[in-house]
């Protein structure tokens, strides 16, 4: 009876996991929501239509729960927990196989050599070097006769740098057996190329320390308003810490926007207590950021300075930006300001929206290996696949927090997703029907029909403070004069951008339009209705960032709609975006309305019709 019951039980379960690695959850079964939180941490989200979800494993979503101290076991466990059906033990053979190969692979302290500076010279340099060193011996010429082992690694006898050193790491008599050795200058490189081949490389060589920077965080900010660090932001910045031994002082925290991800970054300063570099994505975070410190730590603005196109000063804090580090003076040429990297003895580097990391920042990332790094995102998600060099070269994910379990808490909004399709004018069917594909696209995003609909929107929202946010600077510009508002683009110059954004903060504005520059680290804490009337083909990175406007704690409902064109390729490129949102468990409501008259019922509220897509 009892074994008759417990069958009855597990088919009530969301799972259903198959031998080619995908997972399907289904939503409407009566534990989807705890399993969903379950699998956020090992799993990546494929599709999310409306009855079933499609996860897949894949080792660098194994490699990033390694990395964060989820063991294999543990997501074993979950889907045996979870699964209607037998867990195909194919399945968990290969996450235990493949979560182990994190770590078979160690990078230690090797002592330097001295070597003459030049052919013939007496006078010598030291140069230094690390070891790559592994407890398997199949692994080891397997590394050995790969591409990657011949180029750069050369076979070796290992010799300690201190008995104390082996102690700490641990090191094995496997691990002195089969020992290669590399320039340090290599580390980077190396790690990138092994994770190519699908070695992910445990980094276990110590951080330097940098220049030392006494400060501290404050009880009451500057402001006079009380301030203390909440629990998991405290847990997050200890995870990058740590003892401050090997193996620590690098890695990732994704938290959702409005989590406090700068409180984040600025407890992990206080407790490194050292010169720090902060990089992020435009010069309004970095006087945001600037404005935090002061405010919440005891650093003084004489302490800190900005390094972008406007002002190039370098001080024991400096905030910069990805695009003042990727200028050029000639498509070809050297990166001058590359050379930000190495002119202070940084202790800490801070990437903010590390998602965002340009691919030629990987290049100088690569080669300052020693120094103590944290990336901040909301998302892992890169639309350029690049999401790899941030595993290996920032650092692997340390520390996330579901969305849904911030918002349950109150540190986050709660937020209500409500999607508006609305037809195409007849007028334009023919001129859609026989362009390309990213014209369709650029059609569908523009429809001037979506005006009247943001004003229903905007007069039924009185109280709110509104945030309209699309792609095309034209069909904003149109919105913002029907509106009578303000728009901000990337030619708003950065002191008017200043200028309206404190103008939103502090009520004399209630709507703003703003294009695709308000995505990332833009703090506008009181808003809490974003209209999104146009966006990057199917971009789950960009749904994060713009889902993230409204996400600051209040006392209200945050609603975030997105208008659709009904029956274009809006509608498939929407789906492909609604996958971050169904990852994190929003619900949401569709309205299929003809004119702007069908949306009131929307805007009383109706009842969600089920997840995220399509």
């Known amino acids: 009876m009892n074994s008759t019951n417990s069958s009855q039980n597990r088919f009530a379960n969301p799972l259903i996991v198959q031998s080619d690695r995908t997972i399907l959850l289904d939503v409407h079964a009566p534990r989807a929501d705890e399993c969903r939180h379950a699998l956020v941490p090992f799993a990546e989200l494929e599709k999310s239509p409306e009855h079933f979800h499609t996860y897949k494993l894949t080792p660098l979503s194994l490699w990033n729960a390694a990395g964060a101290g989820f063991k294999p076991e543990d997501a074993v466990r979950v889907l045996n927990e979870y699964s209607k059906y037998d867990v195909p033990q194919s399945v968990a053979v290969w996450i235990s196989e493949t979560a182990g190969r994190f770590g078979k692979l160690r990078l230690v302290p090797a002592p330097g050599i001295d070597v003459p500076e030049k052919e013939g010279s007496a006078k010598k340099i030291r140069e230094d070097y690390l070891y790559l060193v592994t407890k398997n011996q199949n692994v080891f010429r397997e590394i050995n006769a790969s591409r990657v082992g011949k180029k750069y690694l050369a076979q070796c006898e290992y010799v300690p740098v201190s008995a104390e050193t082996d102690r700490e790491l641990s090191i094995t008599d496997e691990e002195r057996k089969f020992c290669f050795s590399m320039p340090l200058t290599l580390r980077g490189t190396i790690k990138q190329e092994l994770l190519s081949m699908g070695w992910p490389v445990k980094d276990d060589v110590p951080m330097s320390d940098g220049e030392p920077l006494e400060f501290s965080l404050r009880a009451t900010t500057a402001a006079g308003k009380p301030f203390s660090v909440r629990q998991y932001q405290s847990e997050a910045a200890d995870s990058i810490v740590g003892d401050k031994g090997a193996g620590t002082g690098f890695g990732t925290i994704v938290l959702p926007c409005g989590a406090g991800k700068t409180i984040v970054g600025m407890a992990t300063m206080a407790l490194l207590k050292t010169s720090t570099l902060i990089i992020t994505t435009n010069i309004s975070a970095v ?52 050379s930000l990297f190495r002119q202070r003895n940084w202790g800490l580097i801070v990437y903010d929206e590390v998602h965002m990391l340009p691919a030629p920042v990987f290049r100088v990332v690569a080669e300052i290996q020693a120094v103590r790094r944290i990336g901040l995102t909301a998302t892992l998600v890169r639309e350029d696949g690049c999401e790899g060099h941030v595993f290996s070269l920032v650092g692997p994910k340390r520390y996330d927090v579901p969305w849904k379990d911030l918002e349950h808490s109150g540190f986050i909004a709660t937020a209500e997703c409500i999607e508006v399709k609305v037809p195409l004018p007849e007028s334009m069917e023919i001129e859609y029907a026989v362009a390309d594909q990213r014209k369709k696209h650029k059609i569908a995003s523009e429809n001037p029909a979506k005006e009247s609909f ?59 339009v703003v294009s695709k520059v308000a995505n990332f680290a833009i703090d506008l804490p009181d808003a809490s209705v974003a209209i999104q009337v146009s966006g990057t083909f199917g971009s789950r990175q960009e749904e994060a960032q713009r889902l993230g406007r409204i996400l600051r704690p209040k006392e209200r409902k945050s609603r975030f709609f997105t208008l659709i064109t009904r029956n274009t390729t809006e509608e498939d490129f929407g789906a492909n975006r609604q996958k971050f949102l169904a990852e994190q468990g929003y619900s949401y409501r569709i309205a299929r309305c003809e004119t702007e008259d069908d949306l009131d019922d929307e805007l009383s509220g109706g009842a969600a019709i089920g997840y995220c897509g399509q």
């Open 287 to 338: 006087h945001q950021w600037i404005d935090e410190l002061v405010d919440k730590t005891t650093l003084t603005r004489e302490q800190i300075s900005e390094y972008t196109g406007e002002s190039k000063t370098i001080k024991p804090v400096t905030v910069a930006t990805y695009q003042i580090l990727t200028w050029r003076p000639e498509k070809d040429g050297p990166y001058p300001h590359f």
């Open 454 to 512: 943001v004003r229903r929107i905007v007069e039924s929202s009185p109280d709110d403070k509104i945030l309209v946010i699309g792609q095309y600077i034209e069909q904003l510009q149109s919105i913002a004069q029907m509106l009578g508002c303000p728009i901000i683009t990337g030619r708003t110059p950065n002191s008017e951008r200043d200028e309206i954004y404190r103008k939103f903060r502090t009520g004399e504005i209630s709507v703003l």
